[in-house]
């Protein structure tokens, strides 16, 4: 069945560090994938999506890029902030299904 | 912009006791979800609705029901409330298609004692 595999926090980094949450998905066909946010006490915010292969999201300074050919979605921004402290959720949509599946998030801690 | 509102963010019930969780959405979704989130488990389906009255089972559905007698309202009911059920529960809604992502509430976090 489709999964997704990222990697496992927590990750701690001081402001102004470079950031990367990888992604890696299996799924069969072309799948949507996307990433969310989730700010302390908030529900999950859909942070950026890429619909196609090659296609890039980017959205607040972060950008993913959808690359079929590792099957992944890495999660990066170039200079992060204490206001990005959060944890990240990438998930999949497979047409044919109205479910998203998510993977297990990570737990981002950045500090001044 | 989508909202998708829990009538709750905090809830203390005992245990045995029933439980209801409600979530409405404005933006005329076909599609809507609970899930649970626990620490080191991620988010788990518990169950989800395609239409009005309809629903099926997620990848959790034991302890729980689901009601969508409308098409904005989705409810979680834990029939007997027991301990093991304290978690942080997210409603969300989708329209359908791969493309569209899913909107979610702000959550409720669910004590019982």
């Known amino acids: 069945g489709n999964s997704v595999t990222q990697m496992e926090g927590p990750v701690t980094l001081s402001e102004e560090a470079f950031l990367t949450i990888n992604c890696t998905y299996t799924?069969?066909?072309?799948?949507?994938l996307f990433w969310y946010v989730q700010y302390p006490g908030e529900g999950l915010q859909l942070l950026l999506k890429a619909t196609k292969a090659d296609d890039k999201g980017s959205n607040k300074g972060f950008e993913a890029t959808y690359r079929k050919e590792t099957t992944s979605f890495h999660l990066e921004k170039g200079s992060v902030q204490v206001s990005d402290s959060a944890v990240y959720f990438c998930?999949?949509?497979?047409?044919?299904?109205?479910?998203?599946?998510f993977g297990k998030g990570t737990k981002l801690t950045v500090n001044p | 912009d989508v909202k998708v509102t829990q009538s709750s963010r905090y809830l203390v019930k005992r245990t045995g006791e029933k439980v209801f969780l409600e979530c409405v959405q404005d933006?005329?979704?076909?599609?809507m979800f609970w899930y649970r989130q626990d620490p080191g488990l991620g988010l788990r389906l518990i169950y989800f609705?395609?239409?009005?009255?309809?629903?099926e089972k997620g990848d959790i559905p034991e302890g729980y029901s689901v009601s969508r007698e409308k098409k904005e309202r989705f409810s979680l009911i834990l029939e007997s409330a027991s301990t093991n059920q304290t978690s942080m529960y997210l409603c969300?809604?989708?329209?359908?298609?791969?493309?569209?992502?899913?909107?979610f509430g702000n959550g409720t976090r669910l004590t019982v004692t």
């Open positions: 969300a809604s989708r329209t359908g298609g791969e493309n569209s992502p899913l909107h």
């Open positions: 799924a069969t066909g072309y799948p949507s």
């Open positions: 998930a999949l949509a497979q047409g044919g299904s109205e479910k998203l599946v």
């Open positions: 609705s395609y239409d009005v009255k309809m629903k």
């Open positions: 933006m005329d979704h076909e599609n």
